[in-house]
C-alpha cells in the first residue's frame, strides 16, 4: 500500500477567544500523488485547515488543538516551521502578503536562497516556473507595480519553485483572468501527474472540476460534510450555494424549488449620462502607456461587467473615473464636472469604489464603525448612518460580525466588510473591482442580487467570472491592451469567439448552455432561469 502524504483524525481546533471550534472532528487520508478539492462557504474551516497542515497553527495562531495528523509518514507536532515548509508549500489567499523582494525574481528566488541551492540550479529553477506560469516577462518587474493577478501568479511561482512534496493552495484562481486559470490549472495538473500531492481550496469549483480531482473534501461550518469522489460531491452540494457545472446546476435545480433569480435591471441610454470619458490616454511611466484611446459613458440604469484579460487597463480606467488618476489627455466627467476640477471626496458622492483588495480600505475598529465611516464624513444624521449601517450588514451577510474587527476577518468577510462600507453611503455609482474574487458561490449570489435591486443609478463591476457577467449585466465593457474592443449587450459580445479569446476570455458552461438557448430565449438567463424550462424550445 502506498504510504498516504497525509493523514488526518479527528482533527478539531479552537481559535484563542473564540468558544466555538473553528474545526471540529475532521478525518480524512491523501494518498502521495493524489489532488483533493477542498470546496465550503467562506467561515467553513478550510484556511483553518490549511494552517494546521503548514504548520502556522499552533506555531503562529494560539488556540486548542485536538487529534492527530501526520505528513508524509511523520508526526509533525515537534518539527519547525523551517522543516515543514520543505514537506508543504502553501500560496496564500492573498498575494501580497506572500510577495517580499522587490522584483519579481528576487521574490520568487527567495525560499531557495534560505535553502541554499546553488545558482544555477536556482535560476534553472526559476526560468522554468516563470515558463509554465507564462509569467517570464515579469522575471525584471518591480512587483509593486504587477496587476492583482500579476501578483497572484508570482506568488504562486514562488511556492511551486521549492518543489514541496506537498502543495496548499489557498483560492490560487481568485485573481486570474480565464486564460491564467486555465495556464494555473494546467501546471497543476502537470504537478499531480508528477507525482505532487496538491490539495487546492477554490470556490471556482468548476474550473478545479476540468483538471479531474481525485478527491472532494466538502465542510460546512467548521465539519466535514463530505469526503470522496467528484460524483458523491456534485449529489450533496446545494446548486445555489457551491458553483457547479451549469449542467448539473440546471438539472439540480429542476428537483427543488429554488430562491428566483432577481429580474434584469434595464438600461436608460437616453437619459444624460452619469460619467463620461472621451478619448483619454494615460500611463503611470512614459514608456508604459496603460489606457489609449478610450471614449464611453455610464448611463442610468447600466450594469457593466468590465471584462479582460490581466494588465488590460481595467482597473486603472475605473481609477479615472472617481478621480484617483487624471488622464494625459481628453477628459473624464462625472456629472458634467472634469475630474480635474473636483476632489476624490468630492467624486465620493456620485462614485464609490471597492477595491481589490480589502485591507487597502479597512482600518476602524469594529465592522460597525467601518460601515458607518463613510456616511458620517458625507454628512449623513445619526439616524440614517444607523438605518444604512444595518441595511448593509444584512446584505453582506455580517451582522454577527459588527463589532468584530474588520481585520480579524476572513479574506473572504473583508471583501464583504469593503462593499459594505461603501454600500451605506449611498453613493449613485457603485463601482466594484472583483467583487467575487475569494467569495463562496452562495455569499456572493446573495450580496451580488441584492445590489442590483439597491437604488444605485448605475453600477460598474470588473471580473474575471463572465458567470458574474451572464447573470447580471446589461453591458459589457470588453478592454485589450489598454482600449476598449467591444461595449454592447452581453448577448452580443459574449457570443463572439474570437474576441473572447483574443482577449484571454474562456466560455464557462453557464455561457455555452445560454449561447445554446439563445435562438430561443433572446437573451441571457441566469440559471434559476433556465431551470425553468423544460426544453430548448421553450
Known amino acids: ?173 481568485a485573481n486570474l483572468d480565464p486564460a491564467g486559470v486555465d495556464e494555473a490549472l494546467a501546471l497543476i495538473r502537470r504537478l499531480v501527474d508528477a507525482g505532487k500531492t496538491v490539495l487546492i481550496i477554490e470556490h471556482r469549483v468548476e474550473d478545479v472540476l476540468r483538471i479531474a480531482p481525485d478527491k472532494v473534501l466538502f465542510l460546512e461550518a467548521g465539519e466535514q460534510r463530505y469526503f470522496g469522489p467528484v460524483e458523491g460531491f456534485l449529489r450533496v452540494a446545494h446548486p445555489q450555494e457551491v458553483k457547479l457545472p451549469a449542467e448539473v446546476a440546471v438539472q439540480r435545480l429542476q428537483e427543488m424549488e429554488p430562491r428566483p433569480a432577481p429580474p434584469r435591471r434595464q438600461r436608460q441610454p437616453d437619459a444624460e449620462p452619469l460619467i463620461t470619458v472621451e478619448d483619454i490616454a494615460f500611463g503611470y511611466t512614459e514608456e508604459r502607456p496603460v489606457l489609449r484611446g478610450v471614449s464611453t459613458a455610464v448611463y442610468p440604469g447600466d450594469v457593466i461587467a468590465l471584462l479582460g484579460p490581466n494588465g488590460a487597463g481595467k482597473t486603472t480606467l475605473v481609477r479615472h473615473l472617481i478621480g484617483l488618476e487624471k488622464p494625459w489627455q481628453g477628459r473624464v466627467a462625472v456629472r458634467g464636472t472634469d475630474t480635474r476640477d473636483a476632489s476624490v471626496a468630492q467624486m465620493a458622492h456620485t462614485v464609490g469604489f471597492v477595491f481589490q483588495n480589502p485591507r487597502h480600505m479597512l482600518f476602524a475598529p469594529t465592522v460597525w464603525e467601518e460601515f458607518a465611516f463613510g456616511p458620517r464624513n458625507l454628512g449623513f444624521d445619526e439616524e440614517r448612518v444607523q438605518a444604512n449601517v444595518e441595511r448593509s450588514l444584512r446584505v453582506v451577510d455580517l451582522t454577527d460580525y459588527a463589532q468584530v474587527s474588520p481585520l480579524a476577518l476572513s479574506f473572504g468577510q473583508q471583501r464583504r466588510a469593503a462593499i459594505g462600507a461603501v454600500l451605506s453611503m449611498e453613493t449613485q455609482v457603485l463601482v466594484l473591482d472583483e467583487p467575487t474574487a475569494g467569495q463562496d458561490y452562495r455569499h456572493y449570489i446573495g450580496f451580488m442580487d441584492a445590489i442590483v435591486q439597491m437604488p444605485f443609478a448605475a453600477i460598474l463591476f470588473i471580473t474575471h467570472d463572465l458567470d458574474l457577467a451572464v447573470r447580471y449585466a446589461n453591458r459589457v465593457w470588453l478592454m485589450y491592451q489598454g482600449q476598449l474592443v467591444a461595449d454592447g449587450p452581453p448577448e452580443e459580445v459574449l457570443v463572439d469567439e474570437d474576441l473572447l479569446r483574443q482577449c484571454r476570455l474562456r466560455p464557462t458552461s453557464l455561457l455555452r448552455l445560454n449561447r445554446a438557448r439563445l435562438p430561443y430565449t433572446g437573451r441571457f438567463l441566469s440559471l434559476e432561469e433556465l431551470a425553468s424550462q423544460k426544453s430548448l424550445s421553450e
Open 1 to 173: 500500500m502506498t504510504e498516504a502524504a497525509l493523514e488526518v483524525h479527528d482533527l478539531t481546533f479552537t481559535y484563542r477567544n473564540r468558544s466555538e471550534p473553528a474545526l471540529r472532528d475532521v478525518s480524512f487520508q491523501v494518498a502521495r500523488g493524489e489532488l483533493v478539492l477542498v470546496a465550503g462557504a467562506s467561515g467553513s474551516g478550510k484556511t483553518t485547515l490549511l494552517r494546521i497542515l503548514n504548520g502556522l497553527i499552533p506555531h503562529s495562531y494560539r488556540g486548542t488543538l485536538q487529534g492527530s495528523l501526520r505528513i508524509l509518514g511523520h508526526d509533525p507536532t515537534d518539527v519547525s516551521l523551517a522543516q515543514r515548509s520543505q514537506w508543504v508549500g502553501t500560496v496564500l489567499q492573498d498575494p501580497e502578503r506572500q510577495i517580499i523582494g522587490a522584483y519579481v525574481l528576487n521574490d520568487v528566488a527567495f525560499g531557495l536562497e534560505n535553502l541554499a541551492v546553488p545558482r544555477p540550479e536556482m535560476l534553472r529553477r526559476i526560468a522554468g516556473v516563470l515558463d509554465a506560469l507564462d509569467i517570464a516577462h515579469l522575471r525584471d518587474r518591480e512587483t509593486y507595480a504587477l496587476s492583482g493577478g500579476e501578483k497572484q501568479k508570482v506568488a504562486v511561482a514562488g511556492s511551486l519553485v521549492m518543489e514541496p512534496e506537498v502543495l496548499l493552495l489557498d483560492e490560487p484562481l
